[in-house]
């Protein structure tokens, strides 16, 4: 049969994010980042993301037709993230794929984020990650979200364990980088300064950790208080004119996130009798979050997913590879009338 050739479009946050797929084949990943306009903010500026969406989004969309060697006519449907993530961001994304569906004549699906996320395990690459397979448990961990999925089926039955109550992962990063006197984004930056640090120096709370909140909090993360604790010892220091050991801070700081993502991730595994953990989002890059995942689902016997790093963060192949999946399972179209959603639920 006929495999569907799927274009995808990803504009949530500071990514404009173009993919091509043919069924669970990628053709094109095309992506260009707003990053660098928000680094003296110290954050994503939604209006400044919107702008540059619009800016960028016909060439990304022209040059991942380039690299995927196609016509743009030949596309038999496209796909498009409607929520969740900024809205003028996502209305950029929605407007453009409206445009090219209407121009093509091709059915359009109005696809959300998150479970995009885990669509992107379904192409074939290099990575550890691939195919997909059910159930599995995702962890899905950006600067914009922190989650925790039961994926049962990608099109038809994907349950939100959990999420954040406050500031998402990467966010915290961000936040406890300024604290130090770091560079946006400030994860890479942590990372890097964690690597010369004792993670046991300093014992930073771990929010929402499992023993306590067994019943409505199990699943979900806060982030917000840890920031807070390392602000203070910081803060603490400084008053006392003492130097701040920054890679011990940066190296405690980390393993408390690390080790609350992933204390939370093989429960809802074992709870849920799912041999399976997927790892998305830009925090994946974080060089201790890959170590103790090996660490602990090797332990506990839980094959572990991680896609190469460039389908982890924002991109359109996911959404596309979510579409043609959707296409591939006869799933209705979206009408043209959907809009963006901020917090479009799973
Ligand atoms: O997925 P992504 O590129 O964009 C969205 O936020 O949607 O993720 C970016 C986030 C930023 O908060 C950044 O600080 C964080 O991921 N990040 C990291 C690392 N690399 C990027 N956090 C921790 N460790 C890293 N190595
Ligand atoms: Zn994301």
């Given amino acids: 049969h006929h495999e569907p050739l799927v274009l995808g479009i990803e504009t949530s946050c500071d990514e404009t994010g173009v993919g091509i797929v043919r069924g669970t084949t990628l053709l094109a ?17 939604p209006e400044v993301a919107a702008r ?27 796909a498009v993230t409607s929520g969740p993530g ?8 929605v407007g453009a794929a409206k445009a090219l569906a209407l121009a093509l004549d091709t059915p359009i699906y109005a696809v959300n984020h998150l479970v995009g996320h885990v669509g ?26 922190t989650s925790l999925l039961l994926v049962r ?12 109550i406050d500031d998402a ?4 990063f961000d936040k406890v980088a300024r604290v130090l006197g770091l560079p946006y984004p400030g994860g890479p930056e942590i990372d890097r300064a964690a690597a010369d640090g004792d993670p046991r120096a300093i014992r930073f709370p771990r929010g929402l950790s499992l023993p306590k909140d067994m019943a409505k909090h199990r699943y979900d993360f806060s982030f917000s208080g840890l920031k807070t604790a390392v602000a203070r010892w910081v803060e603490q220091r400084a008053d006392a ?7 011990d801070v940066a190296a ?95």
């Fill in 29 to 45: 990943n095309t992506i260009a980042s707003s990053m660098a306009e928000h680094a003296r903010f110290g954050g994503v500026v």
């Fill in 241 to 247: 004119g003492e130097p701040v050991p920054v890679a």
């Fill in 120 to 145: 992107a395990d379904l192409l074939d690459t290099t990575g550890s990650g691939g195919p997909l397979e059910y159930p599995t448990i995702a962890l899905l961990v950006s600067g914009g979200h």
């Fill in 52 to 78: 540059a969406h619009l800016e960028e989004i016909v060439p990304v969309i022209n040059q991942a037709v380039a690299t995927a060697g196609i016509r743009l006519a030949d596309v038999d449907a496209v």
């Fill in 153 to 164: 089926d990608l099109v038809s039955d994907v349950e939100l364990l959990g999420e954040t």
């Fill in 252 to 346: 405690s700081f980390r393993e408390a996130v690390v080790d609350v993502l992933l204390t939370k991730a093989v429960a809802a595994c074992r709870d849920y009798g799912v041999p399976r953990l997927l790892l998305g989002g830009g925090v994946v890059a974080n060089a201790r979050l890959r170590a103790v995942a090996i660490e602990r689902t090797d332990a506990a016997g839980i094959a572990l997913r991680i896609p190469p790093l460039s389908l982890c963060t924002d991109n359109g192949a996911m959404i596309a590879a979510l579409g043609a999946q959707l296409v591939m399972a006869g799933h209705a179209p979206s009408t043209l009338s959907f809009g963006a959603d901020s917090t479009l639920p799973v």
């Fill in 169 to 172: 992962a990467g966010e915290a």
């Fill in 86 to 93: 900024l809205a003028g961001a996502l209305m950029v994304g």
